[in-house]
C-alpha cells in the first residue's frame, strides 16, 4: 500500500516536539506534549488506515472517490480524542492544584521518596527501628516490649508486667545470652554463649 | 464432613464471645464429632476405601477426590482427637476471651478441617491446597501475639520456609501430574513413572515440601522458632498435626518411590542427620518448651527415617511411633503450658522443687517422657523395639547400610533419653535446693480440669502399649502395600522375646542417662561454642539478600525525576521497535508525496505550530499553537473523509482551550525565568529520534499490509446488523460498544477528578444559581457580589446581574441569548442524526457542551446554574446507568450484552420514526458527555471564580464559599 510521506513527516515533526516538550519538568508544557504526540499518533493512525476515501456514511460521496475511509480506525480516533479532552482537563485541575501549593510555579519535583530510596540504605529503610539487632537487621526481643494496646514500654516496665501478670508463651528474656551466674544449680552457673532456636 | 467442620470454624468465634473461654469445651464437640464419624466408618481391610468426587476446576483437573483409606484413617484420628483435647485445654489455658482468643478458636478449628482435608484428598492439587492452607492457618496461629516482633518473626519465619517448600512441592505435583496424565495420588501409586532423571527431580521437589513441613534438615529452624506460639499451638501443630503432613506425604508416596536414589538420601540420610541434631540442640536448651521443640525436631528425623525406609515392618514401626509420638510430645507441651501458666517461666534455672508441688503433674510428664524415652510399657517402646529389630534386616538396603541406620538410630534414641531425664530433670528436679526457687514459691496452681488433656494423652500412650497387637493390625492394610523383603509382616507386640531389640533398648537406658549426667556435669566445656553454621543465621542472611537486592533495584529503576523516568519510556518505545523491524523480514516500501496542494498548506502549517509550541515561552501562546495543529489535524481529517472525526476534534479543540484558558487565568503568563530549561541537547536528541521512529514504523506498517482490510465490509455490516448508515456511529455505539463503555467511564473518572482537586475535601453540589447569589448577597450585604444591575439595562442573561459591569458584555450577552436554544436543538439533531449522518452522542454532547460554555462565558458562574441547574454528578450517573442499563437489557430479552434491535413507530407529524436500541446507549454517552463539561466548568470555572474572590478578600474568611454550596 503506498503512503502519504508528507503527511508522515508532518507526523513526526508533531511527535518530535511532542516528545521533547513530555520531558520537561513544568506540568504545562507536560501536557502540551502529550497533546501534542495525542494529534501526531491519531493522524498516523488514520494514515496507516489507508488512502483518502468517501466519508464512510452510506449514500455518500465525495469528489468521486473510490473507496471509502477506513471506518474502524475513526472509530478508534474519535474515542481517543475525547478521552484526551477528559486527561486535559484532569491535568489541568493537578496544574491549578500544584499552582495552589508551590504558589509560584507549576514544575514537577524530584519524588522525595525516590530520593531517599536512592541515598538511603537497609538500615534507614522504613520498617527499621532500635529493637532491631545492629548487625543483622533482624528483629530482637526488645521489638516486644509493647503491652497489649500496641503503647511501648520500657525495659523495666515490661519485666514488672511479666512478673505480675503471668503472661505466658514468652520466650525467655535471656535466652541468647545466659551468662550470668545463678546463685544456685550448676546449670544456671556454666558459663558459656548458648544460641535458643529464639531471638 | 469437611464441610461441617469448616462451617463450625466459622460459628468457633461467636461461640468463644458467648461463653467465655469456656466455650472452647463446645468447639470441642467439633473435632470429637468428626472423630466418631471417623471412627464408624473405618475402612475395612480388603475393601476398597471410600471415594468421593467433586468436580472442581475440570481445566486443571482439580476435581476434589477424597480418598479415605487406613492411612488417612489413622492420620484423622490424631488430628482430631488431639485436637479436640487440645481444644478443652485451650478453655483453661487463657484466662479471659479476649477477641482475638474467640478468633483463634475459629482458626484452631479451621485448622483441624484444613488438616483432615489435607490427608483424605486424593487430588494432589487439591492436597497443595490443604497443604497451604495449613500454612497459612499456622502462620495466624504462631502469630497470635502479634504485638510482640519475636512472634511476628516466628510467624514469619514459619510461613516463608513451609510456603518455599510448598511451592518446589506444587512444581513437583505438577511435573508428576503431566507425566503421568493424573493428578490422582491413587493412580501415581498405582502406575509411578518410570525412574529417570525428570521423575527424580519432580520427587525431590515434593520431598522438599514435606521435608521442610516436617521441619527436617536443612529447613528445621523455623520449628523451634515458631516456639513463640501459644502453647495449645504448639501442642497441635507442632506436635500432633501440621508437622506430621510431611511424614504423611512421605509415608504416601513410599510404596511408589521409596526405591529411588534421590529419595534415600532425600528421607533416610536427611532424617538421620536430624535426628542426631535436634537431639543435640535440645540437650543445651534452657528453655523447656525449646527442648520440646528441638526433641520434636529430632523425632520427626526418627520417623522420616522409618516411613521412607519403605519396608512393611518398619513401616509398622513407623506408623507406631507417629501415634506414639503425637500423644506423648501434645502431653508433654501441654504439661508445658500448665507449668508456664502457674509459675510464669518455662526456664530450667527458675524452676526447682516443682515436682513437690505438682506431683500429678510430675507423674504425667513422667508417664508421657517413658512413652517418649522409651521405656518398657509405653506405645513408644513398642514402636522404638520394633524399629530396632526390623531396621537391623530390612531388605531395602545392603546389610551394612542397614546396620548403620540402625545404629544412628539407637545413638539418636540414646540422646532422646538423655533430653527426657534433663526435661523432667528440668522441670521437676530438686536441683540441690532445699527450698523451691522463689518462681515456683509464688505459683499458683492450676484447677483439676487443667490436667485433664494431658492425662488422657498420657495414660493413653500406655494404653496403646497394651492395646499395640489390636493397634497394629489397624495399620497392616497400610504396611501391606509395601514390599517385605521375604519377611513375613509381623505383629506389633509388646514383648517379642529376648534378642538384638532389648539388648539395644538396654543400650539406650544406660547410655541415655550416662549421657544426661555427662552433659549436666560438663555443661560449660562442652556448650562454650556457638555452632558454626546456623540456619537461623542462613535465613537472616538470605532475608536480608532478598531486602539488598530490592533496594539496589529499586534505587536502580525509581530514579524519582519525572523527565528520566519519561525519556527512559520513550527511549524504549523508540529502541524497542526499531530493533524488532531490523531483526525481521521487511516488506519493499512504497511511498508518495501530499495528495494535493491544501494538504501540503495544512500540514506545513501543523509542523511550524508544533515547533512553536517548543519554543514559545509565554503559556498562552503555546497553548494557542498547540491548539492550532488540533485544529489543522480536524481539517486533514475533513479532507480525508472522515467528516464525524472533524466535527469532534474541532468541538474538542475549542472545549481544551476554553478550559485552559480558564485555568491558565490564574497563572503568570510566563514562567519565571529560573524555571527556564534551556535547550537541552539530550532531550532534544530523544525527541527527533522519537518522531524519526514513528516516519519509519508508519512506513513499515503501511508497507506491511497486503490482505483485503476489514473495513471493506464495515459499512455493509452496520447498515445490515447495525440499522445505521454511519458506519463510524455504529462502530460506537453498537460493533465496539464494550470499547466505548470502558472510554465513558474514563470521561467519568476524570470528571469526578477534577472536581476532587478543585473541591478538595467539600461535598459537591450543583452549580450555585441566582436564588443563592441574592440569598447570599442579602446575607452579606451586597459586599461580595458585584454592583447590583442599573435598572436602565435591557436583561439579556439573569445571571450576570450579579457580575461586575466592567466585566459584561452586552453584544455577547444578546448574542448568546438569541444562540443558545440553537445550539441546543443543534447537538439534540447531532445526537439523533448521529446513527446515519455525522454527528453522535459525542459531537451532540460536546455541542451542548460548548452551549454551556458560552452560557458561562457571557453570564458569569450564576448563569451556568441557570442554565442547567442539575448537579453535574447526576448528569454522569444518570449517563452511566442508560448506557450500561443498555446493556444489561439487552441480557434480559435473551442475547448478549449490548445487542441492539430496531423498533418503528409512526407518530402524527414526525411521520414513520426507526428506533435503533443503541440509541439510548448513545444518550447515555451524550449524558456523560454534557456532565464532563458541566463537571469541568463548575471547577475549574465556578469554583475558581469565587477562590480569586475570596484571595481577594484576604484575610476576612470565606463567608462566600461557605454558602455557595447549599446542602
Known amino acids: ?199 | 464432613m469437611l464441610v461441617a467442620l469448616a462451617l463450625s470454624a466459622l460459628c468457633a468465634p461467636p461461640i468463644i464471645r458467648w461463653l467465655g473461654t469456656r466455650g472452647f469445651y463446645v468447639l470441642a464437640l467439633a473435632p470429637a464429632g468428626a472423630l466418631v464419624w471417623v471412627i464408624a466408618n473405618w475402612p475395612r481391610a480388603g475393601e476398597s476405601p471410600a471415594v468421593q468426587t467433586i468436580e472442581w476446576v475440570p481445566v486443571l483437573d482439580m476435581e476434589i477426590v477424597t480418598r479415605f483409606d487406613t492411612l488417612s484413617a489413622i492420620l484423622s484420628v490424631l488430628i482430631l482427637g488431639v485436637g479436640a483435647l487440645v481444644l478443652c485445654y485451650c478453655a483453661h489455658y487463657f484466662d479471659d476471651a479476649r477477641p482475638r482468643v474467640a478468633v483463634f478458636g475459629g482458626e484452631m478449628i479451621a485448622f483441624a478441617a484444613a488438616m483432615f482435608g489435607l490427608v483424605v484428598s486424593d487430588n494432589m492439587l487439591v492436597l497443595y491446597v490443604f497443604w497451604e492452607l495449613t500454612t497459612v492457618l499456622s502462620f495466624m496461629l504462631v502469630g497470635f501475639y502479634g504485638i510482640r516482633a519475636t512472634a511476628r518473626r516466628a510467624a514469619t519465619q514459619a510461613l516463608l520456609v513451609t510456603t518455599a517448600g510448598g511451592l518446589a512441592m506444587l512444581v513437583g505435583i505438577i511435573m508428576l501430574g503431566e507425566r503421568t496424565g493424573s493428578y490422582l495420588l491413587s493412580d501415581l501409586l498405582a502406575d509411578p513413572p518410570a525412574d529417570g532423571v525428570y521423575a527424580s527431580v519432580a520427587v525431590v521437589l515434593l520431598l522438599i515440601g514435606a521435608l521442610s513441613k516436617s521441619a527436617i534438615v536443612p529447613f528445621h529452624f523455623w520449628l523451634p522458632g515458631a516456639m513463640a506460639a501459644p502453647t495449645p499451638v504448639s501442642a497441635y501443630l507442632h506436635a500432633a498435626a501440621m508437622v506430621k503432613a510431611g511424614i504423611y506425604l512421605i509415608a504416601r508416596l513410599a510404596p511408589a518411590f521409596a526405591e529411588t536414589p534421590s529419595w534415600h538420601v532425600a528421607v533416610v540420610v536427611l532424617g538421620m542427620i536430624t535426628m542426631i541434631l535436634g537431639g543435640w540442640r535440645s540437650l543445651r536448651e534452657l528453655d523447656l518448651k525449646l527442648v520440646l521443640a528441638f526433641g520434636t525436631v529430632s523425632q520427626l528425623g526418627f520417623l522420616a527415617v522409618l516411613v521412607g525406609i519403605g519396608d512393611a515392618n518398619v513401616a509398622m514401626a513407623g506408623l507406631a511411633m507417629l501415634v506414639a509420638h503425637a500423644l506423648f510430645k501434645a502431653a508433654l507441651f501441654m504439661v508445658v503450658g500448665i507449668i508456664d501458666h502457674s509459675t510464669g517461666t518455662r526456664d530450667i534455672r527458675k524452676l526447682a522443687r516443682l515436682g513437690q508441688r505438682l506431683p500429678v503433674l510430675a507423674l504425667t510428664a513422667a508417664v508421657a517422657g517413658a512413652s517418649m524415652a522409651g521405656l518398657p510399657f509405653t506405645i513408644g517402646f513398642v514402636g522404638k523395639e520394633t524399629a530396632f529389630a526390623s531396621v537391623w534386616d530390612t531388605g531395602a538396603y545392603l546389610p551394612w547400610q542397614s546396620e548403620t541406620i540402625d545404629i544412628v538410630l539407637v545413638i539418636g534414641s540414646v540422646i532422646t533419653f538423655a533430653y527426657t531425664c534433663r526435661f523432667l530433670w528440668g522441670a521437676f528436679g530438686r536441683k540441690v535446693r532445699s527450698t523451691p526457687s522463689p518462681a515456683v514459691a509464688k505459683m499458683h496452681p492450676p484447677g483439676a480440669m487443667f490436667y485433664l488433656a494431658p492425662v488422657l494423652l498420657a495414660v493413653a500412650g500406655v494404653a496403646a502399649g497394651f492395646l499395640s497387637p489390636q493397634i497394629g493390625s489397624l495399620f497392616e492394610p497400610y504396611a501391606e502395600t509395601l514390599p517385605a523383603y521375604g519377611h513375613k509382616l509381623e505383629h506389633l507386640a509388646m514383648w517379642h522375646g529376648f534378642g538384638l531389640p532389648v539388648v539395644f533398648s538396654i543400650i539406650v537406658v544406660v547410655g541415655g542417662a550416662l549421657l544426661f549426667l555427662l552433659v549436666r556435669q560438663l555443661r560449660g566445656k562442652i556448650f562454650r561454642y556457638r555452632p558454626l553454621v546456623n540456619a537461623d543465621r542462613i535465613y537472616d542472611a538470605a532475608l536480608r539478600g532478598a531486602d539488598t537486592l530490592s533496594l539496589m533495584l529499586t534505587r536502580n529503576t525509581q530514579r524519582g525525576s519525572l523527565p528520566i523516568t519519561q525519556g527512559v519510556i520513550l527511549s524504549t518505545a523508540i529502541i524497542l521497535p526499531t530493533v524488532v523491524l531490523a531483526w525481521g523480514g521487511r516488506n519493499q516500501l512504497d511511498w508518495r508525496g501530499f495528495d494535493s496542494a491544501s494538504q501540503a498548506v495544512i500540514g506545513g502549517v501543523i509542523a511550524v505550530c508544533g515547533v512553536a509550541a517548543v519554543i514559545l515561552r509565554n503559556r498562552l501562546a503555546a497553548v494557542l499553537v498547540v491548539g492550532l495543529t488540533g485544529y489543522g489535524a480536524g481539517m486533514l481529517f475533513a479532507l480525508y473523509g472522515a467528516p464525524d472525526l472533524a466535527l469532534t476534534q474541532f468541538l474538542v479543540e475549542t472545549l481544551t482551550l476554553v478550559i485552559f484558558v480558564l485555568v491558565l487565568r490564574k497563572l503568570p503568563a510566563e514562567p519565571e525565568p529560573r524555571h527556564a530549561t534551556g535547550f537541552k541537547p539530550l532531550r532534544a536528541l530523544i525527541g527527533v529520534a522519537f518522531g524519526a521512529s514513528l516516519v519509519v514504523i508508519g512506513l513499515f506498517a503501511a508497507a506491511a499490509r497486503s490482505e483485503q482490510p476489514v473495513q471493506v465490509d464495515i459499512p455493509a455490516a452496520a447498515y445490515e446488523f447495525g440499522q445505521g448508515a454511519n458506519a463510524v456511529n455504529v462502530l460506537l455505539v453498537d460493533i465496539r460498544a464494550w470499547d466505548t463503555l470502558g472510554e465513558v467511564c474514563v470521561l467519568i473518572v476524570a470528571a469526578t477528578g477534577v472536581a476532587s482537586m478543585v473541591f478538595r475535601n467539600r461535598r459537591f453540589g450543583a452549580v450555585p444559581r441566582v436564588a443563592d447569589a441574592a440569598r447570599m448577597q442579602a446575607g452579606i450585604n451586597g459586599e461580595d457580589v458585584d454592583d447590583p444591575v442599573p435598572p436602565d439595562r435591557t436583561r439579556w442573561l439573569l445571571g450576570s446581574d450579579f457580575r461586575d459591569p466592567r466585566h459584561r458584555s452586552m453584544v455577547l450577552e444578546a448574542t448568546t441569548r438569541l444562540i443558545f436554544p440553537t445550539m441546543v436543538v443543534l447537538s439534540v439533531y447531532f445526537f439523533y442524526a448521529g446513527h446515519n449522518a455525522p454527528g453522535g452522542g459525542f459531537a451532540g454532547g460536546l455541542t451542548m457542551g460548548l452551549a454551556l460554555v458560552l452560557r458561562y462565558l457571557a453570564g458569569g458562574r450564576y448563569e451556568l446554574g441557570e442554565a442547567l441547574p442539575v448537579e453535574p454528578g447526576r448528569i454522569l450517573g444518570a449517563g452511566l446507568a442508560i448506557s450500561a442499563g443498555t446493556a444489561v437489557t439487552s441480557l434480559f430479552l435473551g442475547a448478549p450484552a449490548l445487542s441492539s434491535a430496531v423498533f418503528e413507530v409512526t407518530l402524527p407529524v414526525l411521520g414513520d420514526i426507526k428506533l435503533v436500541t443503541a440509541l439510548f446507549f448513545d444518550l447515555g454517552i451524550y449524558l456523560i458527555v454534557v456532565g464532563l463539561v458541566l463537571d469541568v466548568l463548575r471547577s475549574l470555572g465556578a469554583r475558581l471564580d469565587i477562590e480569586r474572590t475570596s484571595a481577594e478578600r484576604q484575610p476576612a474568611p470565606i463567608p462566600a464559599t461557605a454558602s455557595e454550596v447549599p446542602g
Do not use: W
Open chain 1, 1 to 199: 500500500m503506498s503512503i502519504n510521506l508528507g503527511f508522515l513527516i508532518v507526523i513526526g515533526i508533531l511527535a518530535a516536539s511532542g516528545a521533547y516538550l513530555l520531558m520537561e519538568r513544568s506540568l504545562i508544557r507536560m501536557l502540551l506534549g502529550l497533546l501534542l504526540c495525542s494529534n501526531a499518533v491519531n493522524l498516523l493512525i488514520l494514515v496507516v488506515s489507508g488512502g483518502m476515501g468517501n466519508p464512510p456514511i452510506m449514500g455518500r460521496a465525495s469528489e468521486n472517490r473510490v473507496a471509502d475511509a477506513d471506518p474502524l480506525a475513526q472509530a478508534m480516533i474519535l474515542t481517543a480524542i475525547v478521552i484526551t479532552m477528559g486527561i486535559a482537563a484532569f491535568v489541568l485541575s493537578l496544574v491549578y492544584r500544584l499552582f495552589v501549593i508551590n504558589r509560584d510555579d507549576v514544575d514537577v519535583d524530584d519524588d522525595p521518596e525516590d530520593r531517599k530510596v536512592a541515598t538511603g540504605s537497609l538500615r534507614s529503610a522504613p520498617d527499621r527501628d532500635r529493637s532491631d539487632d545492629p548487625e543483622t537487621l533482624a528483629d530482637t526481643s526488645a521489638g516486644d516490649l509493647f503491652d497489649d494496646e500496641g503503647n511501648p514500654l520500657t525495659a523495666e516496665e515490661f519485666a514488672k508486667r511479666h512478673r505480675e501478670v503471668i503472661e505466658t508463651d514468652l520466650m525467655p528474656e535471656d535466652a541468647d545470652v545466659i551468662d550470668e551466674v545463678g546463685p544456685d544449680g550448676r546449670d544456671s552457673s556454666s558459663p558459656g554463649p548458648t544460641d535458643g532456636g529464639s531471638r
